[in-house]
């Protein structure tokens, strides 16, 4: 065990609320742990499972300061603070996973220039800071291409995809700089791996994740990839390189594409629990809540023992939270609402598993039967080559 075991009867601090937060104080008080939620937004998602739940600005200092006087360890849901909060918090109690990873997953230039750094291969990108710029992303990328922020953006939020000179003609006077510019990846599947690593040094990988979107956003998670098994072990290889190299305490998702040929590029780190591991809540003995706390919390990380196979489907905005029922009436279907007042559209309001023998996940088809005609239309997962 590593130097700082946290004794059950402790109290962890999570900043953030929403539903990565309601679920981490879930696995949390099963290991015995008191959870201390720090929220920006009243009525967070987490204060259903959290102890104690603190509504104040993650800028505030003096909020920061009673916060981290209150608990033993602290660690975050949400990505978005400030280096100096975090500094302030780090000055007081301990901070997994460390600040300084999350300036780099905060940034995306930052985050490519460090995987590019420690020979893990991403798409080619270009720094954009201004207008001026955008000649020279043109000429080394060559159309199409994606601009992004270089902060802020989830959920495809601040993407612009460019196909020709007259959409960066059309859009270049207000385009939102700093950008990085990405070369288009024609990807053939988009994987994910979600490693854990605790101060001791221990490293843990859930089985490697085929993920799809929709307008954006995450709809389908399989587990595992419907993938070569030397694929799936090269994608956990890669993410548990980077957790080494980055110093990781605590979970991360690691978000790849396969290139057309079958070759994996990482896209973006997201060093907290993360959506595309949602299916180890039903699908595994330790979900990656539980791993995520354990790794903080100082504890070993056993294998996740995953019993089954998994397919986890997002339940977004009025058309998903209109699926519930349906859900709820159907056998075999593990249901999980976030507890959000507001729906809105594009908003992740919860999701559902459904678990498959090992070895068993079946084609697009047989998870359309398991989810059932209810949920049907919403199934889009493309049939296999
Ligand atoms: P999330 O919060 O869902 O992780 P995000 O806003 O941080 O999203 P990305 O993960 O970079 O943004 O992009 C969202 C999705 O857009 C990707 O999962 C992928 O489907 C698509 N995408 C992003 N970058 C590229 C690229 N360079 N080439 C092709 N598709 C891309
Ligand atoms: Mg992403």
Not at 1 to 25: D, E, Y
Request: charge should be negative; include cysteine; aromatic fraction near 6%.
């Amino acid at each position: 065990m590593s130097l700082t075991t946290l004794a059950p009867g402790a109290t962890i601090g999570i900043i953030g609320g929403g539903q990565l937060g309601r679920m981490s104080a879930m696995a949390a008080a099963r290991l015995g742990y008191h959870v201390h939620v720090l929220s920006a937004e009243p009525d967070p998602p987490a204060q259903d499972t959290a102890h104690r739940v603190t509504i104040g600005a993650y800028d505030d200092e003096a909020v920061l300061r009673a916060f981290a006087q209150s608990v033993s360890a602290i660690t975050f849901e949400f990505e978005n603070i400030s280096a100096s909060g975090l500094d302030l918090l780090a000055s007081l109690c301990p901070v997994h996973p460390a600040g300084s990873i999350l300036a780099i997953s905060q940034d995306r230039i930052l985050e490519k220039s460090f995987l590019g750094d420690h020979d893990i291969p991403v798409a080619d990108w270009v720094s954009v800071p201004d207008r001026d710029a955008l000649p020279e992303a043109v000429a080394s990328l060559g159309f199409p291409f994606i601009l992004k922020t270089t902060r802020f953006g989830y959920d495809g939020k601040g993407q612009f995809r460019i196909a020709d000179q007259e959409a960066i003609d059309a859009l270049a006077a207000h385009l939102p700089y700093p950008l990085i510019a990405e070369g288009f990846v024609d990807f053939e599947r988009e994987l994910s791996v979600m490693v854990a690593r605790n101060e001791a040094g221990e490293i843990r990988c859930f089985s490697t994740t085929e993920n799809q979107h929709r307008d954006g956003i995450l709809d389908y998670s399989l587990a595992p990839a419907r993938i070569p098994v030397a694929l799936a072990e090269e994608a956990q290889r890669l993410a548990a390189h980077i957790a080494t190299t980055i110093g990781l305490v605590g979970i991360m998702g690691v978000e790849m594409f396969v290139s057309a040929r079958g070759a994996l590029l990482v896209n973006e780190i997201a060093p907290r629990p993360h959506n595309s591991g949602h299916w180890t809540m039903d699908a595994c003995l330790i979900d990656q809540f539980e791993m995520h706390i354990r790794a903080v919390a100082g504890l070993p990380l056993p294998d996740p023992f995953r019993h089954s196979d998994a397919a986890m489907k997002n339940l977004i905005g009025f058309e998903g939270v209109g699926l519930c029922d349906a859900v709820l009436a159907q056998p075999g279907l593990a249901l999980h609402l976030y507890g959000k007042h507001e729906t809105r559209a594009g908003r992740k309001m919860g999701h559902v598993n459904a678990l498959f023998p090992l070895g068993a996940l079946p084609g697009p088809y047989g998870i359309a039967a398991r989810f059932d005609q209810a949920l049907k239309p919403a199934l889009e997962i493309a049939q296999e080559p």
